[in-house]
């Protein structure tokens, strides 16, 4: 006779975290795919690159908590596409910095303005309050 598995998968938190960012995310993730032929990786360079302006890949992986090896080929991907320019620093050649190009400038205004309204969107689906709750739960756990 086996044992029952007790172990309810549908409540462990990191399980149920994931579900939830994969579901948020795919309306959102069907537009920047379906207009630009970006993954998840490129919109998120790009909106850093929007918000902050120049910055360097490391300075991007910090931010964004993504690996090296993914922004490196975002970074490369959104550079064939023409929407960022790297540029050497003449001091220390190891550092290239990042800067949006006035397509990638047209891309992440676009993309900016279908973020805010699928945020508002979502948020429409809860009471302000518990969005409130929520913004600073997730705020918490990212900071772990």
Not at 70 to 73: F, L, P, T
Not at 124 to 136: C, G, N
């Given at each position: 006779m086996t044992k029952k598995d007790d172990f309810d998968l549908q409540n462990f938190l990191p399980y149920l975290l994931n579900q939830a960012a994969e579901e948020s995310s795919?309306?959102?993730?069907?537009?920047?795919?379906?207009?630009?032929?970006?993954?998840?990786?490129?919109w998120r360079v790009l909106f850093h690159?929007?918000?902050y302006g120049r910055l360097t890949a490391k300075e991007i992986c910090e931010?964004?908590?993504?690996?090296?090896t993914?922004?490196?080929?975002a970074v490369a991907?959104?550079?064939e596409r023409r929407f960022l320019t790297r540029e050497?620093?003449?001091?220390?050649?190891?550092?290239e910095y990042l800067e949006l190009t006035s397509?990638?400038?047209a891309a992440y205004t676009e993309l900016r303005g279908v973020a805010i309204d699928y945020d508002a969107e979502l948020a429409?689906?809860?009471?302000?309050?518990?969005?409130?709750?929520?913004?600073?739960l997730l705020h918490h756990l990212a900071k772990l």
């Open positions: 795919l309306a959102f993730q069907n537009i920047y795919k379906d207009r630009y032929g970006m993954l998840r990786t490129e690159l929007g918000i931010r964004s908590k993504m690996h090296k993914k922004i490196s080929r991907r959104l550079e050497r620093d003449e001091a220390d050649r190891r550092l397509a990638g400038r429409a689906t809860f009471s302000s309050e518990d969005v409130t709750v929520l913004r600073k």
